[in-house]
């Protein structure tokens, strides 16, 4: 039986930082009131991309996969098992679910997991990663950067895999570039200075490198608030450009801007409040934060701002 074609969507499953939140350890003001209360919890980025053909794709594998598949059936309902999954990069957050995908939970077959060369390397040296791979369960699929990949014929999307400068002591880092049928979202959630990420891409300015790619919806890397959030040496050792940063080589929304949308927020982050004056100061100049449950239509054009 074949299914009609749907929508091509991509649902935001998680707007935290590899810690998530509450992080484990924080009893802070920033955290303590999320033990309690589980509608202040927030889990590690995480993306459900389905395709035309209904063919479902999960990006990072974070610890709170339960969760994060309830959210996505929720607000886009999709029939097919995993189809796919894409993984930016080797930090906890976006690997630390891949565990879950073996017989003691998911006991997925042959999954096919798009990675980078670097990170399917890291694969083969980890014991209990390498063992899913002997079993069966993860196929990895090395991507070239900046080569689209269409998973398959009538998905209806391809995702572009883009090198950018991020700490690589266990394997490089890639944001992805998904086209779809009327609208292009970009994810990049972990980069170190704009400047490099700038320089790698050959751009001056974020807008260039925005408009060049045809971005209409940019999940951008929005960890830390401003460059004081953590002591200065623990800051310095977890370099995020920071919101203040890319707001200020920013501006406010143009005309024609896509919708920036900041994600990957630290426990610590006063955008985890909608209320704090860093919030009002994203919204008022046009931007926004990101919300788990939000949903992005790549098959309608999208709106000017
Ligand atoms: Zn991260
Ligand atoms: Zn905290
Ligand atoms: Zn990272």
């Given at each position: 039986m074949s299914l009609s074609e749907r929508a091509v969507k991509v649902t935001l499953l998680g707007i935290a930082q590899d810690g998530g939140r509450p992080?484990?350890?924080?009893?802070?003001?920033?955290?303590?009131?999320?033990?309690?209360?589980?509608?202040?919890?927030?889990?590690?980025?995480?993306?459900?991309l389905v395709g035309a053909d209904h063919s479902t794709h999960l990006f990072e594998a974070s610890?709170?996969?339960?969760?994060?598949?309830?959210?996505w059936s929720r607000h886009d309902p999709a029939e097919s098992p995993l189809s796919s999954l894409w993984i930016t990069h080797a930090h906890q957050g976006h690997?630390?679910?891949?565990?879950?995908?073996?017989?003691?939970?998911?006991?997925?077959?042959?999954?096919?997991?798009?990675?980078?060369?670097?990170?399917?390397?890291?694969?083969?040296?980890?014991?209990?990663?390498?063992?899913?791979?002997?079993?069966?369960?993860l196929a990895p699929r090395p991507f070239?950067?900046?080569?689209?990949?269409?998973?398959?014929?009538?998905?209806?999307?391809?995702?572009?895999?883009?090198k950018v400068p991020?700490?690589?002591?266990?394997?490089?880092?890639?944001?992805?570039?998904?086209?779809?049928?009327?609208?292009?979202?970009?994810?990049?959630?972990d980069h170190d200075y704009w400047q490099e990420t700038l320089a790698a891409v050959g751009c001056d300015e974020i807008r260039d490198w925005l408009g060049e790619l045809e971005v209409d919806i940019a999940l951008l890397d929005g960890t830390f608030w401003s460059s004081d959030e953590l002591s200065l040496?623990?800051?310095?050792?977890?370099?995020?450009?920071?919101?203040?940063?890319?707001?200020?080589r920013l501006g406010s929304r143009r005309d024609g801007d896509p919708r920036v949308i900041f994600i990957h927020l630290?426990?610590?982050?006063?955008?985890?409040?909608s209320e704090s004056e860093a919030a009002k100061a994203v919204v008022s100049m046009g931007w926004e934060i990101g919300v788990e449950g939000m949903v992005f239509d790549l098959s309608s054009t999208p709106q000017s701002s």
């Open positions: 992080q484990p350890g924080c009893f802070r003001s920033c955290c303590a009131a999320a033990y309690d209360d589980p509608s202040l919890v927030r889990h590690p980025v995480s993306l459900g610890r709170d996969l339960a969760w994060q598949f309830g959210c690997v630390d679910g891949l565990g879950l995908f073996g017989a003691e939970a998911i006991a997925a077959k042959g999954l096919p997991l798009h990675c980078s060369a670097s990170f399917a390397r890291l694969l083969t040296k980890n014991a209990s990663w390498a063992q899913m791979i002997r079993e069966g369960v070239l950067k900046g080569k689209p990949i269409m998973p398959y014929a009538d998905s209806g999307f391809s995702i572009t895999p883009i991020h700490r690589a002591e266990l394997s490089d880092m890639h944001a992805f570039l998904i086209s779809g049928p009327k609208a292009n979202l970009l994810f990049l959630p040496r623990q800051q310095e050792e977890v370099p995020h450009p920071t919101v203040e940063e890319t707001m200020a630290n426990h610590t982050n006063p955008l985890h409040d």
